[in-house]
T-cell receptor, first 112, second 114 residues
Framework: GNSVTQMEGPVTLSEEAFLTINCTYT??????LFWYVQYPGEGLQLLLK?????DKGSNKGFEATYRKETTSFHLEKGSVQVSDSAVYFC???????????FGGGTRVLVKP | DAGVTQSPTHLIKTRGQQVTLRCSPI?????VSWYQQVLGQGPQFIFQ???????GRGNFPDRFSARQFPNYSSELNVNALLLGDSALYLC?????????????FGSGTQLSVL
């Protein structure tokens, strides 16, 4: 079946540091890939997505590139802010409808 | 415009009881999905409904059921609660529920089973 594996947290960084969160997936064919963010006390928000190999999704300074050869979709941001503290989820979509398969989430804490 | 609204926000139940969670989608959205998020884990898909019909079901026991009403709101019911049902239950809506369509999530209902 489909699965998503992402690095365990928490990841603790200083403001303006570089952030990478690794995500790899297992799925047949060509899934769509997503990063969602969950701020404290809130629901999930779509951060970015990519629908085919070599696509790069980007939003709010975050980027991720769909790498089919390594089945990966790593999230990066060049300079994090305290407001980026949240839990980040990698997810894939490989079915009719909108059933998402999520990774376990990575908590990121950015300190001033 | 209001986003996806869920009620109640918090709920405490005891083992063996039954619970009903409610979700109102964004106005104009006809598809509702339910996810269970156990503490420290990613959300897991439970159900998807579109136009009052079940479109998809995840790997959950028959104790879990749902329905969608003519106004597109939805209820998730869980019978014979177990301690392991303690989780954040998320509702998400979209226009038609088609593949790849953007999902909008509510803030969830935190269910604690004692």
């Amino acid at each position: 079946g489909n699965s998503v594996t992402q690095m365990e947290g928490p990841v603790t960084l200083s403001e303006e540091a570089f952030l990478t969160i690794n995500c790899t997936y297992t799925a047949t064919g060509y899934p769509s890939l997503f990063w969602y963010v969950q701020y404290p006390g809130e629901g999930l928000q779509l951060l970015l997505k990519a629908t085919k190999a070599d696509d790069k999704g980007s939003n709010k300074g975050f980027e991720a590139t769909y790498r089919k050869e390594t089945t990966s979709f790593h999230l990066e941001k060049g300079s994090v802010q305290v407001s980026d503290s949240a839990v980040y989820f990698c997810a894939l979509l490989k079915a009719a409808g909108n059933k998402l398969t999520f990774g376990g989430g990575t908590r990121v804490l950015v300190k001033p | 415009d209001a986003g996806v609204t869920q009620s109640p926000t918090h709920l405490i139940k005891t083992r063996g009881q039954q619970v009903t969670l409610r979700c109102s989608p964004i106005s104009g959205h006809k598809s509702v999905s339910w996810y269970q998020q156990v503490l420290g884990q990613g959300p897991q898909f439970i159900f998807q409904y579109y136009e009052k019909e079940e479109r998809g079901r995840g790997n959950f026991p028959d104790r879990f059921s749902a329905r969608q009403f003519p106004n597109y709101s939805s209820e998730l019911n869980v019978n014979a609660l177990l301690l392991g049902d303690s989780a954040l239950y998320l509702c998400a809506s979209s226009l038609t529920g088609d593949e790849g369509e953007k999902l909008f999530f509510g803030s969830g209902t935190q269910l604690s089973v004692l």
